[in-house]
């Protein structure tokens, strides 16, 4: 394509460090990504490879055997971090899923789920309907405790909205919370100013008020879970397929064999009636016989910051938020965060 030629020649003619290596560039299908991810906008996608390539070198470390075969990266991905729906929504849209509460912070750190989540990302790029339509999120923060909370690393949750939304070719058209506690809410009051305006509104909060969501994304797409009329989710489905592709290219320990007995230590959330809505319950405890996976190694970017961080978005949150337990459908809440509540705003 035209646009194809004149990012070629861009490229070619770029003096730029990142883009040193031009023997980088020769691949037409990887280039393509990046033309999908803003529009073949040639100077934009341009731009974009510019930002790609110098946040792989700055995060060199970051970016190392992002694989299936890691160790730490299986876990968060049996753990649902991230999960793919097997369906579509109604604009051809994959739907990535995260159940915040099934996180085990003590066998793997926010650096894991991120890692996860860009191999994931890496793997559904391949397909051009996913590069064309883009992606949705919906984030589950039902029973996320507040300790889970304090393990939200500033500086990592800095470098993914660094990388998703300014580095890597992929395009998220919605970001759908639900169950969020107002300590997320605060997470997400010190986080606003790094998110460009495009970004904060394509966050919708739902709260408990699953029916807005439904407007948003069809009931007949969605797990039992997410008052959904498929099946219950299963986190293994992605990772097996993972597990599968990378079959094709290299050849896996024994250790990784789809052929072993599988087991989920974290039993499936599933809704049970409750006042004033539906609620979910989920068993985090290991399964019989199988104790819980060894810490993930020490690294830079996981020190502990997070209670310091908890502390400031608290702070934050009193001053932006006014009252900490304001609920999601607020609109005064919902306007100081600079987030939409319910389903305005659905057609992106």
Known sequence: SRALIALKELIGASRDYALKDKSCFQDDEFLFRFLYARKFNVNEAFQLII??????QRNAVLLQRLSVLDE???IAL??????????RDRRGRKVLVFFTANWDYASYSLVTVYRAMLLTIEK??????????????????????FRQSSNLNPKVLKLMIEG?????PVRFKAIHFIGQPWYVEAALAVIRPFLKEKTRDRIKLHGSNLSTLHDCVARDILPTELGGEGPTFNPLNWYHELLESSQTVTKP?????L?????????????????GGEHRKGDLSPAPGHPSPSPSPPSSLSSSHGTEFLKAATKAAAVKIGVLTAKANDPATNTLLGVTAGAGGCDL
């Open 164 to 168: 998703l939304q300014d580095c890597f």
């Open 124 to 145: 559904l790029l391949e397909d051009k309907q996913n590069q064309a339509n883009g992606f949705i999120a919906i984030v589950d923060w039902t029973n996320f405790t």
């Open 51 to 56: 930002n790609y390539h110098a946040y792989r």
């Open 72 to 74: 730490t990266i299986q």
């Open 78 to 87: 049996r753990d649902g971090f991230p999960g793919v729906l097997p369906n």
């Open 259 to 275: 052929s072993q007995p599988q087991i989920y230590t974290k039993t499936p959330a599933q809704f049970v009636p409750g006042i």
């Open 253 to 257: 320990a024994p250790s990784y064999c």
